[in-house]
């Protein structure tokens, strides 16, 4: 797990709101040892927002094509 972009919200009970996240390409990059420079893999990654990292309220997966 990595942490990102942080937002603190308050939300009511029941209540419903939109929150965007922004990303940048390079956020989603790891440095390769071999390569010696940043990659972004084809892959899956998994988001999720929470209270914190052991609290995950929502979680949506990406593919990176």
């Known amino acids: 797990k990595e942490l990102r972009d942080v937002k603190r ?3 009511k009970p029941n ?9 940048k ?20 990654i998994q988001l999720q927002i929470g209270s914190s990292s052991t609290n995950i309220k929502e979680q949506q997966t ?3 094509k």
Request: charge should be negative; aromatic fraction near 12%.
């Open 62 to 64: 990406i593919e990176i």
């Open 15 to 23: 209540e419903k709101k939109t929150v965007t996240l922004a990303f």
């Open 25 to 44: 390409q390079d956020d989603l990059c790891y440095w390769d040892t071999q390569l010696k420079r940043f990659v972004l893999e084809k892959d899956k």
């Open 9 to 11: 919200i308050t939300v």
